[in-house]
């Protein structure tokens, strides 16, 4: 699982956003080239490769781009985890910390089954407050978390020390 250098060249670093002392990191530039898009979601299919995956849940908003398509091109489902109130249906939701507060994050409660192999992806695990609260809520209704994959990874911040124990992947860290 090797990105290629164009990939990595390809997100943009924009100093100051959304705040003063924040370096974001901008994947528009990925996204918007049909070749980097494609490398990114194969690369984050590999990072499931020999296992059975039922569904493939992605964290609101740009998670949902990575794991829809992920989705398709592993022939399963796709379950959207929302910030709360933005699902319609009966939800299971689970409060989490962040550096200057708390968010509240939902997930419909027939969107996974029990014993169902489940694939976390999302854009990017940061400090993992959202992943650890998206899959401590696909544990609750006793699915298997069999991996978590990410298309960047700040390893500074060390979010993978918050998440539960399954194989973490990111193809991108920085």
Not at 7 to 15: K, M, N, Q, T, Y
Not at 46 to 67: H, L, M, N, P, Y
Not at 76 to 92: D, E, I, Q, S, Y
Request: with cysteine; proline share 5%; aromatic share 8%.
């Amino acid at each position: 699982m090797q990105a290629s250098e164009q990939l990595r060249a390809s997100v943009r670093d924009i100093p100051d956003f959304p705040k003063e002392g924040i370096l974001f990191k901008d994947i528009t530039p990925v996204l918007a080239n049909g070749k980097l898009f494609h490398e990114c979601i194969s690369l984050l299919c590999e990072t499931a490769q020999g296992q059975q995956v039922d569904k493939v849940v992605g964290i609101d908003a740009r998670g949902f781009i990575f794991a829809a398509a992920v989705a398709d091109r592993l022939g399963c489902g796709f379950v959207p985890v929302r910030k709360a109130g933005k699902l319609p249906w009966k939800t299971r939701g689970l409060a989490y910390s962040l550096e200057y507060g708390e968010n509240v994050i939902e997930l419909h409660e027939d969107a996974v089954f029990p014993g169902e192999n489940i694939l976390l992806v999302d854009d990017l695990l940061a400090t993992g407050g959202t992943a650890a609260a998206a899959a401590e809520l696909i544990n609750s209704l006793g699915a298997n978390l069999i991996g978590a994959s990410f298309f960047i990874e700040l390893t500074a911040l060390q979010g993978r020390e918050k998440m539960p124990p399954c194989p973490i992947h990111a193809i991108l860290s920085y």
